[in-house]
């Protein structure tokens, strides 16, 4: 180097006598310290108890958990992805402590730490509920197809299923009379005392295909039986929990990812997994799994202190709407608990399209209903008189009143009705939850809190697909999703709390410790 080069000094060779601990290496707002700070509150002890007492020591929980938060909250989903990462990134390596498990370590904690995994979900959204992240006033449920990780050219039905079996069969039946055929070949040419590794390569081939594909015979076996089982009608042989989801005009082999989520700050409050193939049987178990972690985070929120205005609105589209959810979500324990905004798709299809059909002078909304007689008016003046009532396949009853007699004299048929046996009009039981909510959803301060959900729940499925590329899972099964998806929950909100913090620019450790001497002060 040429003397007196106006440039600063460098060595990276030079030995360090006492050596930086890593995490200086990074910046004090790094994410990575967030991470570390946030499993720190996390209890381990489920994790623990299922570390035997003998074998080989595993690596710590803490660890495991640090690099798969942190990887998932920096789009690394796979565990060979964290493992290189663990040679390469200073984040990674500070998480570990400088320690190297192998991607097969990392994958299997993952595997076997599942459900741990997702309850930890719980002391995420309690750190957020400390550093005043929730309100719990306003919780948005939506959801978003996700797509499964297999192929859609790998679904069956049942026909299809034994078809394939028949086939495979067959081709095994005749790759065995090939290899007999060959063997006797063999023992005419060689002798009949050779031995069986000296069989032609190609005939060693056929036998492992022959092995394999008895192995698929017995998968098609097990998802025939698994397809009965569940009553559905396809079943996909790589991921057999997976199902066909509509999503706008496509049709997309997947799950529906839930999640339900805080107005404040959109931090996630639960989420779940299903393979239904629409929302409305997911309300009610949102409904539960978002009171559940409220009390968890905030015992004292429905306490008998706190006044009716206190409880949570609970906003979600058309597609979570049944009068059946209605009725379930009227019960006490619900009831005293959340307001709901919940519009039926016919309401939505009124508010898009003022002039539409549902406008007209002949929807069943324009027929006077006469409680003495028990029975309604048309427009034009003519009875539909009650029937006899009938229950749907969800166990909804619904009043039916029908004109027997005026429709198809009268004037307004074809407008009114186009069906010969004349106008019919089925009441649900539940009608007057379902006019009650378009009453509530049609005010000034209904249309306001419905709005809100545009903006907390959507932008948080934006974040996820988007910013942290999570537009497919990559486990198999539903049990697995579930946990897939709680850890991206995960990352989203520890993205949110290192945005607070960076902020604020302290650590998360500070922000904690000045809640809790606030917490005090107030309690004094």
């Known amino acids: 180097m040429p003397k007196n080069l106006n440039v600063r000094p460098y060595n990276n060779k030079e030995l360090l006598l006492f050596p930086a601990s890593v995490g200086d290496y990074l910046p004090k707002d790094d994410l990575a310290h967030v991470v570390d700070e946030a499993v720190d509150e996390i209890d381990l002890g489920p994790y623990y108890n299922k570390i035997s007492d003998v074998g080989n020591?595993?690596?710590?929980?803490?660890?495991?958990?640090?690099?798969?938060?942190?990887?998932?909250?920096?789009?690394?989903?796979?565990?060979?992805?964290?493992?290189?990462?663990?040679?390469?990134?200073?984040?990674?390596?500070?998480?570990?402590?400088?320690?190297?498990?192998?991607?097969?370590?990392?994958?299997?904690?993952?595997?076997?730490?599942?459900?741990?995994?997702?309850?930890?979900?719980?002391?995420?959204?309690?750190?957020?509920?400390?550093?005043?992240?929730?309100?719990?006033?306003?919780?948005?449920?939506?959801?978003?197809?996700?797509?499964?990780?297999?192929?859609?050219?790998?679904?069956?039905?049942?026909?299809?299923?034994?078809?394939?079996?028949?086939?495979?069969?067959?081709?095994?039946?005749?790759?065995?009379?090939?290899?007999?055929?060959?063997?006797?070949?063999?023992?005419?040419?060689?002798?009949?005392?050779?031995?069986?590794?000296?069989?032609?390569?190609?005939?060693?081939?056929?036998?492992?295909?022959?092995?394999?594909?008895?192995?698929?015979?017995?998968?098609?076996?097990?998802?025939?039986?698994?397809?009965?089982?569940?009553?559905?009608?396809r079943i996909n042989l790589t991921d057999n929990d997976a199902q066909f989801q509509k999503d706008k005009s496509r049709k997309i082999l997947g799950y529906r990812a839930q999640v339900a989520v805080d107005s404040k700050e959109q931090v996630i409050v639960t989420s779940d997994v299903t393979n239904e193939q629409n929302d409305r049987h997911q309300l009610v178990p949102m409904a539960e799994k978002v009171l559940e972690n409220v009390k968890k985070i905030a015992p004292d929120k429905f306490s008998e202190e706190n006044p009716r205005e206190e409880k949570i609105?609970?906003?979600?589209?058309?597609?979570?709407?049944?009068?059946?959810?209605?009725?379930?979500?009227?019960?006490?324990?619900?009831?005293?608990?959340?307001?709901?905004?919940?519009?039926?798709?016919?309401?939505?299809?009124?508010?898009?399209?003022?002039?539409?059909?549902?406008?007209?002078?002949?929807?069943k909304s324009k027929f006077i209903y006469n409680e003495g007689e028990n029975n309604f008016i048309c427009p034009a003046s003519k009875t539909l008189q009650y029937v006899r009532q009938w229950t749907n396949s969800t166990g909804v009853t619904y009043s039916i009143y029908h004109n027997y007699k005026d429709c198809k004299s009268c004037q307004h048929f074809g407008k009114c009705t186009?069906?010969?046996?004349?106008?019919?009009?089925?009441?649900?039981?539940?009608?007057?939850?379902?006019?009650?909510?378009?009453?509530?959803?049609?005010?000034?301060?209904?249309?306001r809190i419905y709005g809100i959900r545009k903006i907390t729940a959507e932008p948080v499925f934006g974040n996820l697909s988007q910013n942290l590329g999570f537009r497919e899972f990559l486990l198999r099964g539903l049990h697995k999703v579930k946990g897939e998806f709680s850890l991206m929950c995960i990352a989203h909100n520890l993205l949110k709390i290192a945005k607070l913090v960076r902020g604020l620019g302290i650590t998360l450790k500070e922000a904690l410790s000045m809640q809790e001497l606030l917490a005090i002060a107030d309690s004094s």
Not at 155 to 180: D, F, P, S, V
Not at 419 to 442: A, C, P, T, V
Request: hydrophobic share 30%; glycine share 4%; aromatic share 10%.
């Open 418 to 447: 186009t069906n010969k046996s004349g106008r019919f009009i089925y009441i649900s039981e539940h009608q007057h939850l379902i006019d009650k909510m378009r009453q509530k959803l049609s005010t000034s301060e209904g249309k």
């Open 313 to 363: 609105s609970l906003i979600t589209d058309s597609e979570y709407s049944s009068s059946n959810n209605l009725a379930q979500l009227e019960k006490e324990q619900y009831k005293e608990k959340l307001d709901l905004y919940i519009p039926d798709t016919d309401y939505i299809s009124k508010e898009r399209n003022k002039k539409g059909s549902k406008d007209s002078p002949f929807h």
């Open 57 to 233: 020591p595993p690596y710590h929980p803490a660890l495991m958990i640090k690099v798969w938060f942190y990887g998932y909250a920096t789009k690394t989903y796979s565990s060979r992805k964290i493992e290189e990462k663990l040679y390469k990134d200073v984040a990674f390596i500070y998480l570990a402590g400088m320690q190297k498990p192998d991607f097969k370590a990392i994958s299997e904690f993952r595997r076997k730490n599942l459900p741990e995994l997702r309850n930890s979900f719980v002391y995420i959204l309690q750190i957020c509920h400390w550093l005043g992240m929730t309100k719990l006033g306003e919780i948005s449920i939506d959801s978003r197809v996700t797509k499964a990780n297999a192929s859609a050219d790998s679904t069956y039905n049942e026909k299809e299923l034994i078809k394939e079996r028949e086939e495979i069969q067959k081709a095994i039946e005749e790759y065995l009379e090939r290899a007999n055929q060959t063997d006797l070949e063999e023992d005419q040419k060689y002798g009949p005392n050779k031995r069986g590794n000296e069989l032609p390569e190609d005939i060693c081939k056929k036998e492992d295909r022959i092995k394999k594909m008895k192995q698929i015979v017995e998968q098609l076996k097990q998802a025939q039986k698994k397809l009965k089982d569940s009553g559905k009608k």
